[in-house]
Antibody, heavy 121, light 113 residues
Framework: DVQVVESGGGSVQTGGSLRLSCEVS????????MSWVRQAPGKGLEWVAN????????NYVDSVNGRFTISRDNARNSLYLQMNSLRAEDTAVYYC??????????????WGQGSLVTVSS | DIVMTQSPDSLAVSLGERATINCRSS????????????FAWYQQKPGQPPKVLIH???TRESGVPDRFSGSGSGTDFTLTISSLQAEDVAVYYC?????????FGQGTRLEIK
């Protein structure tokens, strides 16, 4: 069975940092593009970042570019999101998601349960 | 960025009846080289992550009941639930993956009348 488990969320002050982790099992992690998608409380979905299988290509939504860094460790079947200079508007549940197809242009078929990040002053 | 606009924002349908949700994109999602629409539908139930129902605008994901169908091309797309079941109560989102950044619609809340 495929499992996707996020961790590392919590409460942080404005301007602070947090690192999210996503550990997967049940599929060959190194064969798939992976993404982070977030959802603010009571709101819709926003794609945040993605990373190619070997980590050689990374993409970000403009609102986090320069503040967030996506990375992966294929030996540990793990995806990461380093979040710096956090703002109140970054408050959301952050989901780790697998791309269906071998492309950055892809829908997502497996999602974790999410990790809540709360940024406040 | 491509803007995805869903209609209606909320919808109440009787059990066994048809439910229709629409999504319009601000530019065409049809890639001419392969004639595919880079478009998907998701279902999200309370407290759960989204679940992909349809991709390539009309390809049902494995395990999704056949009462769910997707149609449309270019900029206008439709999700149809042919006979609403109680377990279909959820928020439905559309997504474009034609260009960076991938974007989602604002969601349509589907309830039982």
């Amino acid at each position: 069975d495929v499992q996707v488990v996020e961790s590392g969320g919590g409460s942080v002050q404005t301007g602070g940092s947090l690192r999210l982790s996503c550990e997967v099992s049940g599929f060959s992690f190194s064969n798939f593009w992976m993404s982070w998608v977030r959802q603010a409380p009571g709101k819709g979905l926003e794609w945040v970042a993605n990373i190619k299988q070997d980590g050689s290509e990374k993409n970000y939504v403009d609102s986090v570019n320069g503040r967030f860094t996506i990375s992966r460790d294929n030996a540990r079947n793990s995806l990461y999101l380093q979040m710096n200079s956090l703002r109140a508007e970054d408050t959301a549940v952050y989901y780790c998601a697998r791309a269906i197809r071998d492309s950055q242009y892809s829908p997502f078929d497996y999602w974790g349960q999410g990790s809540l990040v709360t940024v406040s002053s | 960025d491509i803007v995805m606009t869903q209609s209606p924002d909320s919808l109440a349908v009787s059990l066994g009846e048809r439910a229709t949700i629409n999504c319009r994109s601000s530019q065409s999602l049809l890639y001419s080289s392969n004639n595919m629409n880079y478009f998907a539908w998701y279902q999200q139930k309370p407290g759960q992550p989204p679940k992909v129902l349809i991709h390539w605008a009309s390809t049902r994901e494995s395990g999704v009941p056949d009462r769910f169908s997707g149609s449309g091309s270019g900029t206008d797309f439709t999700l149809t639930i042919s006979s609403l079941q109680a377990e279909d109560v959820a928020v439905y989102y559309c997504q474009q993956y034609y260009s960076h950044p991938s974007t989602f619609g604002q969601g349509t809340r589907l309830e039982i009348k």
